[in-house]
Structure formats: structure tokens, C-alpha cells
């Protein structure tokens, strides 16, 4: 939540009833996630629905979303608490790394089973129906 969110006074609290949360405009994880399970179950045993307003899917986006003052976030205990959450935060960048070598003569044809031409494929010699043994 924004830093001058009401439900932050007293200055400093960490807690506060779930009950406080009915009506309010809220930023969770998407469905499926374990956090929005436990935050659906826990809403419904206190007596109300809660009305999510918006979705990310990770945690340092959730915070920065209620520090912009667009609800309030439901965060898991982590790395995403205790960040300035109206600043800007720059998360690290991941890069993906491929299953096949960098290498320019090993690409991704070496992750990929040898394809055959087609019969009727010139690569297979002049419209023949059996493949030319020199093209394999």
C-alpha cells in the first residue's frame, strides 16, 4: 500500500485484521499461485470476498502496483517486503539460456533430430518418388 495508506497508522505497523481488507481494492498473485489460494480461503473464513483489482505475477511488481497507491498489495514473506515500494526498483534481469552451445557452427539444429528432404523435393534429385543416397 502507499506509505500514507490509512491502514499503515499507527506509523510502523506490520499487522493488522484481515477484516480491515473487506471492500478495499486489492493487488494479489494471479489464481493458481499457493498466496492467492491461502488469501481466497482466508477472506472467505473471515466473511467476505475479496476484490482484486489487479494481478502480477511476481512480487516486487505487486509492491511497486500498491505503492503507486493502486491498492493494497498481498505480499509474501520475501525479498519484496521491505523495499521502498513507491520508489522506482529495478529487478535483476534474467537471460534465459538456450539448451544448445554458443558456438556458430553448433546451433540449435544440433538440439533438433536430423530432417530427411521431402521425395519430391530437388534436394532428392530430379522429381524422383526415392530419395538420391548422396543428399543424406
Request: with cysteine; proline share 18%.
Amino acid at each position: 500500500m502507499a506509505p500514507e495508506d490509512p491502514l499503515l497508522t499507527p506509523a510502523g505497523r506490520t499487522a493488522l485484521a484481515l477484516a480491515a481488507l473487506a471492500g478495499r481494492p486489492l493487488i494479489s498473485l494471479p489464481r493458481g499461485t499457493g498466496l492467492r489460494g491461502v488469501l481466497e480461503h482466508a477472506c472467505a473464513q473471515a466473511g467476505f470476498q475479496p476484490r482484486i483489482t489487479l494481478e502480477a505475477a511476481a512480487p516486487h511488481l505487486l509492491a511497486r502496483l500498491a505503492g503507486r497507491g493502486l491498492g493494497v498489495a498481498i505480499l509474501p514473506r520475501g525479498p519484496a517486503r521491505g523495499r521502498s515500494q513507491a520508489g522506482p526498483a529495478h529487478p535483476p534481469h534474467h537471460r534465459p539460456h538456450p539448451p544448445w552451445p554458443k558456438s556458430p557452427s553448433l546451433g540449435p539444429r544440433t538440439a533438433l533430430p536430423p530432417q530427411r528432404p521431402a521425395p519430391s523435393s530437388p534436394a532428392c534429385g530430379r522429381h524422383s518418388q526415392q530419395p538420391n543416397p548422396k543428399n543424406f
